[in-house]
């Protein structure tokens, strides 16, 4: 019984990505959408807590958002897989079920 | 696989209601079905058929009404959300003594009953907000 986590603010606004990854069991997958994806940026404070998340499961953050804020791939840390809008269905589909953390 | 969809915030204050709408339309793109979309809090302001984005902005009420009316969709709008926010159709404006109305095409107001029915009923229930 999997969980997609979605992410849609970044770690510098609120603490919503920190709670979703304090959450996270084996087998889930983080998803990070609209202002969430600016997680996926390398060399930042929220960094090493992304990669715990990366060792627990996939972490995957929407392309057109990463596009909209100008994170290219090689900015982002590795192990992350940009995903678009068919791909984060597929993730709802593979997960038993998603939790926003709004 | 049946998805049900939250909207929880109206459009043009957040990127909510533009993320649920591109995952409701690659959804049905894939061969999904969706329950119901079910417009909550400010998300019911998608639901008004007097937006007047200016022409070269995206007009997400009229595109929520396209993707229903193309897909047979059942949109809804939650009533006490909709009638705090001056969202109102023909009924619910005559009951209340309005002189207009304003529900757009495509979208019906209900009540959470439909809410909690979709969850219930859907394969899978993903809730787009702030």
Not at chain 2, 4 to 19: F, K, L, R
Not at chain 2, 41 to 51: A, K
Request: charged content about 20%; aromatic content about 6%.
């Amino acid at each position: 019984m999997s969980t997609l986590h979605t992410v849609n603010k970044t770690p510098f606004e609120r603490n919503a990505l920190q709670s979703c990854v304090g959450h996270l069991s084996p087998g889930d997958a983080l998803l990070m959408i609209e202002d969430g994806v600016v997680g996926a940026r390398k060399g930042s404070s929220a960094t090493a807590m992304v990669q715990a998340a990366l060792a627990s499961g996939g972490v995957y953050a929407l392309a057109s958002d990463l596009d909209a804020r100008g994170i290219r791939p090689e900015d982002m840390i590795e192990g992350i897989q940009r995903v678009d809008y068919g791909g984060f269905v597929d993730l709802v589909a593979q997960h038993a079920r998603t939790v926003a953390w709004l | 696989m049946q998805l049900a969809i939250v909207v929880n915030e109206g459009p043009y204050t957040h990127q909510a209601s533009d993320t649920a709408y591109h995952f409701t339309k690659a959804a049905l793109e894939k061969g999904h079905g969706i329950t119901r979309v079910f417009f909550y809090h400010d998300g019911v302001n998608n639901g008004t058929r007097l937006t007047v984005p200016p022409q070269d902005d995206r007009n997400l009420q009229k595109l929520w009404s396209e993707l229903g009316e193309k897909h047979g969709l059942d949109l809804v709008v939650c009533i006490a959300a909709a009638q705090r926010r001056g969202i109102l159709d023909a009924d619910e404006a005559r009951r209340h003594g309005k002189d207009a109305s304003n529900l757009a095409p495509g979208f019906r107001i209900s009540g959470l009953g439909q809410l909690i029915e979709a969850g219930i009923e859907a394969d899978r229930l993903v809730v787009f907000g702030d």
